[in-house]
């Protein structure tokens, strides 16, 4: 099955400055890399979506980028700012037939310091 | 607020006891998912169902179970509790299930399970 590697597991920035997040996924036939946002006691939320076709997509200040040669895809959250701090999960779908389960990195806990 | 609802919100029972956790989907979502996240641990995938039928299966114990009703609603069972099934255990519901498809999966606020 897919496995998902994400690193940092925390990371600290001062507001304003620019946080990147990267994960690693083993199985080349996933097509769907999404990321969730999840606040301290709080649902996981979607905020960004990336499929295998597209190599990059933005979203006022988050970006995602994809490579798919490397099996690797990337966060990135420009003009930090205090709400962003939560835990980030990336994810990526798993190709098995006719399942939509998704396989989540273990979190980055991201900390934007005024 | 995602559509997704889950009760009860929180849950305390004593280890060697069983519970049942229920989670309606949005309407008109298909595929209902439980994951469990314990302190520290991102989101393990336990199961799937689709339109009343186990699609996918993830690290789910023996001694849990699930179903999906005709209403779609679905419940997660968990029996002989260890002080270790203490968790948050989430639901998530999307749109589809079949093949080649994929959907946004929109989370349930959760239940946080205490076993004592």
């Known amino acids: 099955g897919e496995n998902v590697e994400q690193h940092p597991s925390t990371l600290s920035v001062q507001e304003g400055d620019s946080a990147v997040i990267k994960c690693t996924y083993s199985d080349s036939a996933s097509n769907y890399f999404p990321w969730y946002k999840q606040e301290l006691g709080k649902r996981p939320q979607l905020i960004i979506d990336?499929?295998?076709?597209?190599g990059e997509k933005k979203d006022q200040r988050i970006a995602v980028t994809l490579n798919k040669t490397a099996k690797h895809f990337s966060l990135h959250i420009t003009e930090t700012q205090p709400e962003d701090s939560a835990v980030y999960f990336c994810?990526?779908?798993?190709?098995?037939?006719?399942?939509?389960?998704?396989?989540f990195g273990k979190g980055t806990k991201l900390s934007v310091i005024p | 607020d995602s559509g997704v609802t889950q009760t009860p919100k929180h849950l305390i029972t004593a280890t060697g006891q069983r519970v049942t956790l229920r989670c309606s989907p949005r309407?008109?979502?298909?595929?209902v998912y439980w994951y469990q996240q314990s302190l520290d641990q991102g989101l393990q995938f336990l199961i799937q169902y689709y339109n009343g039928e186990e699609r996918a299966k993830g690290n789910i114990l023996e001694r849990f179970s699930a179903q999906q009703f005709p209403d779609l609603h679905s419940e997660l069972n968990l029996s002989s509790l260890e002080l270790g099934d203490s968790a948050l255990y989430f639901c998530a519901s999307s749109a589809r299930g079949g093949q080649g498809r994929h959907n946004e999966q929109f989370f349930g606020p959760g239940t946080r399970l205490t076993v004592l």
């Open positions: 994810a990526a779908k798993d190709s098995g037939a006719g399942s939509y389960q998704l396989t």
């Open positions: 309407s008109g979502d298909l595929s």
């Open positions: 990336i499929r295998s076709n597209v």
